[in-house]
């Protein structure tokens, strides 16, 4: 009896077949046959295995999915190509070609899982010798399997063994080659498949040009992206709305918002109609390229067409209005969102209170952040980091510590941006021990400093002068693995530059490119502006026509460094020059290029050109500040032309231009110079008390000033003028000293009153 039968022991055919016969009259006999296959393969006795299986094929059971996976697994490890045909063969006479997909796919995966190649290819020939007609189905999930384990050369030789040996490869088969290497961003790959697509007389279809679109994409080859887009439009491809969105999403993402619209033009001339999707990322993008009314426009128009914006939309349009100061609509559109019965996520309330501390409103931001934690917002790091650098801009130290210390309350755990923003501060109080302090702390704590943290710190070091600091806090850094990018070596070669250190300058300079950092413009102004300040000004030409001619180009700050420089020497032909070439060629020259130039005709005693460069800035829109009106103020005053320049200060006034300690102490100074005490003690007592205070901590005995002014007079106008700017610098300091006294202050419990909101009030 078949059910006797023990396995290891050889039993005649037909006896088995027999047994088969009997043991089927109840119904059972496909799964004793595959039962029994289980155990002839499991004693690798393939004559018999190979009987049975022929057996069961010739009486039409079927062979369950299983049990065959078993059989191909057990003939791919023996290496019986002409086994695994036979099988292939005798599966398609009995149940029809919808089974030979699977034995092919299952035995080619096997091969080539284990690695052998060529034992693969073997199998595939021997098939195509033995008369299978293969089916290019078939052979693609073969090559989309390869694609996705990232054997994309193997999936490429595959193809061109299919191109010889048939089934003629399809469309498809070349997309999943196209899209794998896309996925590993093999463009170059990508693109000489998609050319042997023509040469093989193979169109591509809608697939395979989205997927190498979305590769150039990926890459930021937007104009190749783009060109081939237009290829396919004028072959007459349709594309969906998702590829045209996903176009227009990487041009606005770059600022190109006229590409953007061109397309959203066609698709809507395609008869495609734009998704919630795409709308979310138009309104994104016109948000992102400072375009909020246009992205407002769009909004009201999603409306009207019945759209349910997502939230996602809403925090992008959030975000612009803040963004701009529209806080008052970015409230009422978040009472929309709650009216609509959408519950605000953590990025809408986070971008509505970074939105209100960016503005200096603390008071409503803290407002507003206690509101939603009572409506259950788990506030997040970003959110308290948002707080506490509203509150560090306002110089108001203590209730940014009152922040931090309620992180814990939350669960909050600081980050190393946290950790940042407070030495920061800490540094702009010139307390640079206290900041190093807090550095040392927190790599107690765990945290790791970026290239950021350290900037931060080497930047303190330079304010303070210490470049040996800076230099050691560069060391470790590298010391502890950090790498540094080009703002730290733009920030040490800045340094070395104010201490005339010039030879490590250049050697640091030399660094950058040797550690396959790219210099940056911020490197070539530092450079040119370090090579002006110790007055070699042939250095700072040289580098700036090596600029020209390299793929940067210099911006209005690398003009305007070099016409500053030319004034001071009294090159004004050079500095003219220079001014003349933004003009014909670009950048546009700023309010701080035409200072310059102001400044240095008035020193080269020639009004006329200052003030018709003056008429020039006024006729190209662009507004003086005080500091311009300074500059016309002092040359005035050198001039001994009072009168005008008492009109120029008032004018500044009208301009609602609040006159700094240096403009009133310019024309105090003039008013003494020319004699006319009177008018310079009636200015001095129209001063503003914090500018009264600078001056008299700056000049000690202020009425002792007054007292011998017509001494200084009359010593004539050589020692008049040496007074003067002697005066000007001692203010010029004290007016930094201003910053760094009041925030001392502020430290200790007492704010500057301008600086914590408009009531003029501490805000805790």
């Given at each position: 009896m078949f059910v006797q039968l023990r396995f290891g022991v050889h039993y005649d055919g037909e006896e088995g077949r027999e047994g088969l016969r009997r043991y089927g009259a109840s119904g059972k006999l496909g799964v004793a046959c595959s039962f029994l296959l289980d155990g002839y393969r499991k004693y690798r006795m393939l004559d018999q295995c190979m009987s049975t299986f022929h057996y069961m094929c010739k009486l039409r059971i079927v062979?369950?999915?299983?049990?065959?996976?078993?059989?191909?697994?057990?003939?791919?490890?023996?290496n019986r190509a002409d086994e695994l045909i036979g099988i292939y063969k005798s599966m398609?006479?009995?149940?029809?070609?919808?089974?030979?997909?699977?034995?092919?796919?299952?035995?080619?995966?096997?091969?080539?899982?284990?690695g052998e190649i060529e034992k693969s290819w073997n199998f595939h020939h021997a098939l195509i010798d033995g008369g299978v007609v293969l089916d290019i189905i078939a052979c693609n999930k073969i090559m989309r399997a390869l694609c996705e384990r990232r054997q994309n050369n193997l999936a490429l030789r595959y193809l061109n063994m299919l191109k010889v040996t048939g089934p003629k490869p399809s469309v498809a088969s070349f997309s999943i080659l196209v899209n794998g290497f896309c996925k590993e961003g093999r463009l170059d790959e990508a693109f000489e498949v998609y050319e042997l697509m023509a040469?093989?007389?193979v169109d591509p279809d809608l697939v395979t040009y989205t997927i190498l679109i979305g590769g150039l994409l990926k890459a930021k080859k937007l104009d190749k992206g783009y060109a081939l887009l237009s290829e396919a439009l004028n072959k007459d491809i349709e594309f969906d709305v998702v590829t045209y969105s996903s176009v227009m999403d990487a041009f606005l993402k770059i600022g190109d918002l006229r590409r953007a619209a061109v397309l959203y033009k066609r698709c809507l001339k395609s008869g495609i109609k734009p998704n919630m999707i795409t709308y979310g990322i138009l309104i994104n993008g016109m948000c992102l390229n400072d375009r909020i009314m246009e992205a407002c426009g769009m909004f009201g128009h999603i409306l009207k067409l019945g759209y349910v914006p997502s939230l996602l939309t809403y925090s992008s349009l959030l975000g612009g209005l803040c963004k701009f100061g529209y806080l008052r609509d970015g409230f009422r559109l978040f009472g929309d969102i709650v009216k609509s019965g959408e519950e605000p996520d953590i990025i809408v309330y986070n971008v509505?209170?970074?939105?209100?501390?960016?503005?200096?409103?603390?008071?409503?931001?803290?407002?507003?952040?206690?509101?939603?934690?009572?409506?259950?917002?788990n506030p997040n790091v970003f959110i308290f980091n948002s707080l506490i650098n509203g509150w560090c801009k306002l110089r108001c130290i203590r209730n940014a510590l009152k922040v931090y210390s309620q992180m814990g309350c939350y669960g909050v755990r600081p980050d190393i941006v946290t950790q940042t923003?407070?030495?920061?501060?800490?540094?702009?109080?010139v307390r640079l021990d206290y900041a190093l302090l807090l550095f040392f702390q927190l790599l107690k704590k765990g945290f790791s400093p970026d290239s950021v943290t350290y900037c931060t710190l080497i930047a303190g070091a330079c304010k303070q002068h210490n470049s040996t600091l800076g230099l050691e806090i560069f060391k470790m850094m590298q010391w502890n693995g950090v790498i540094a990018d080009i703002a730290i070596y733009n920030v040490l070669i800045n340094m070395?530059?104010?201490?005339?250190?010039l030879g490590d300058a250049l050697q640091l300079f030399d660094e950058v490119k040797e550690r396959g950092l790219e210099p940056d413009i911020v490197t070539y102004n530092t450079m040119i502006c370090g090579y002006c300040s110790l007055k070699m000004l042939d250095e700072a030409v040289r580098l700036f026509e090596k600029l020209n001619y390299g793929q940067l180009r210099p911006n209005t700050i690398t003009f305007t460094i070099l016409i500053d420089a030319h004034c001071k020497e009294g090159k004004m032909?050079?500095?003219?020059?220079?001014?003349?070439?933004?003009?014909?060629?670009?950048?546009?020259?700023?309010l701080i290029s035409y200072s310059c130039l102001i400044d240095g005709y008035f020193k080269s005693q020639n009004l006329e050109n200052a003030f018709e460069l003056y008429e020039e800035m006024l006729n190209r829109k662009i507004s003086p500040n005080i500091v311009c009106y300074s500059i016309l103020i002092d040359g005035l005053c050198k001039r001994q032309l009072m009168t005008e320049a008492s009109l120029a200060f008032h004018c500044a006034k009208d301009r609602h231009l609040v006159p700094d300690v240096i403009a009133y102490a310019i024309l105090i100074l003039g008013y003494c110079k020319v004699g006319s005490i009177a008018e310079g003690q009636m200015c001095y007592e129209f001063c503003p008390t914090n500018i009264v205070i600078v001056l008299e901590h700056a000049f000690v005995g202020w009425s002792v000033f007054w007292r011998n002014s017509w001494k200084f007079i009359s010593h004539g106008s050589r020692d008049a003028n040496r007074v003067r700017d002697q005066m000007l610098m001692h203010l010029e300091l004290e007016k930094e000293l201003q910053g760094q006294w009041w925030g001392n202050v502020n430290i200790d419990g007492d704010p500057w009153p301008n600086h914590c909101g408009e009531d003029g009030r501490c805000p805790y």
């Open positions: 062979v369950s999915h299983s049990t065959l996976s078993g059989m191909l697994d057990f003939l791919v490890d023996l398609c006479k009995s149940f029809g070609s919808q089974c030979h997909r699977a034995i092919y796919e299952h035995a080619m995966d096997r091969f080539l899982k284990r040469k093989n007389g509505l209170i970074n939105g209100l501390c960016k503005q200096g409103l603390m008071v409503d931001a803290l407002r507003f952040f206690y509101q939603s934690v009572g409506r259950g917002l923003m407070l030495i920061s501060v800490v540094i702009e109080l070395l530059f104010k201490e005339a250190r032909d050079g500095a003219m020059s220079l001014f003349r070439e933004m003009l014909e060629k670009g950048p546009e020259p700023n």
